[in-house]
């Protein structure tokens, strides 16, 4: 077996080759002064099973062309089959038509995918259970929650900050026989910003856990805090799979009433965007036990 790595998470890629007792094979990415970019398989033929280790957060569709570059050139370089682990996927959450006349993102990334020839796909908590329907290969759903578990204060109240989490909410609480409560929130589509008006549950004098699969601009959580605390919650803490962090996010995050804000290494965190507040759980065993 041979691990690449694009260059979106490279710090992911060395733990997984390393646990795997490997070294990462070598890849030329080049940019062009105008953006585009070249790849080459160094020592060409492969003849190997081969895993790619590519996350696609930001910038997203430099990500994903990279890949689209990286999987031509593995392919063409004789890999004998390719598990490609995105252990988060962008376009996600575009995974069917909200109005009339919108695009099917996640559709047309899958189509790519396997166009391109990929033979199994390694990812964690996608947004939505079906995603994996979209594929006409063999997808391997992972989830952090359990990575989580001996996180969570054994006295807090779980809660989803939206209800599409209600599902990843009861993991939870099946695993650690903790109460769980959820928000309805209801996101303005021009302007992004996120109100978060009820709750289902009671949080008073009580710990809390907000669990999230992703957190983008971090409008979701701020709203979270805000009610939770309008609400007489005490301590929260903040657990969150992908650190998407877009736009000024981490500072948000930073600036919130909360203790901490967990989060993995699905997606590479920059230096630049890690606060004080922020603990990185790495999922590269969850990964290097997958592809033993
Ligand atoms: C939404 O359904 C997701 O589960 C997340 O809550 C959301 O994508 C987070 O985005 P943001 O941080 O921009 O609110």
């Known amino acids: 077996m041979k691990v690449f790595s694009g260059s979106s998470n490279r710090?992911?890629?060395?733990?997984?080759?390393?646990?795997?007792?490997?070294?990462?094979?070598?890849?030329?990415?080049?940019?062009?002064?105008?953006?585009?970019?070249?790849?080459?398989?160094?020592?060409?033929?492969?003849?190997?099973?081969?895993?790619?280790?590519?996350?696609?957060?930001?910038?997203?569709?430099?990500?994903?062309?990279?890949?689209?570059?990286?999987?031509?050139?593995?392919?063409?370089?004789?890999?004998?089959?390719?598990?490609?682990?995105?252990?988060?996927?962008?376009?996600?959450?575009?995974?069917?038509?909200?109005?009339?006349?919108?695009?099917?993102?996640?559709?047309?990334?899958?189509?790519?995918?396997?166009?391109?020839?990929?033979?199994?796909?390694?990812?964690?908590?996608?947004?939505?259970?079906?995603?994996?329907?979209?594929?006409?290969i063999p997808v391997v759903h992972l989830t952090v929650l359990d990575l989580f578990v001996g996180k969570i204060d054994k006295d807090s109240v779980l809660v989803s900050p939206d209800m599409g989490g209600i599902r990843r909410i009861k993991y939870l609480s099946e695993k650690t026989g903790l109460s769980f409560a959820t928000i309805e929130k209801n996101r303005d589509l021009k302007t992004g910003r996120v109100q978060s008006e009820k709750i289902e549950g009671s949080v008073q004098n009580k710990n809390v856990a907000i669990v999230d699969d992703m957190i983008s601009t971090g409008e979701t959580i701020r709203a979270a805090v805000e009610l939770l605390k309008k609400e007489c919650a005490e301590k929260i803490n903040v657990f969150a799979t992908h650190a998407v962090f877009a736009d000024d996010a981490s500072s948000i995050l930073d600036n919130l009433d909360v203790e901490k804000v967990y989060v993995t290494d699905t997606i590479e965190v920059p230096k630049e965007k890690q606060f004080e507040k922020l603990e990185i759980i790495s999922v590269a065993n969850l990964i290097v036990k997958e592809l033993r």
């Open 11 to 136: 710090p992911l890629a060395e733990k997984v080759a390393q646990n795997l007792g490997l070294k990462l094979s070598s890849l030329e990415i080049h940019k062009f002064p105008d953006g585009e970019k070249r790849v080459r398989v160094v020592g060409s033929d492969l003849e190997d099973d081969v895993v790619l280790v590519q996350s696609t957060g930001i910038p997203v569709d430099e990500n994903y062309m990279e890949l689209f570059l990286i999987l031509d050139a593995l392919k063409r370089s004789g890999a004998r089959s390719i598990t490609l682990v995105s252990p988060y996927f962008g376009y996600q959450r575009q995974d069917h038509m909200f109005r009339e006349g919108e695009d099917v993102s996640f559709k047309v990334i899958v189509q790519m995918l396997e166009s391109l020839k990929v033979d199994k796909v390694i990812t964690f908590d996608l947004h939505s259970i079906k995603i994996p329907e979209f594929f006409h």
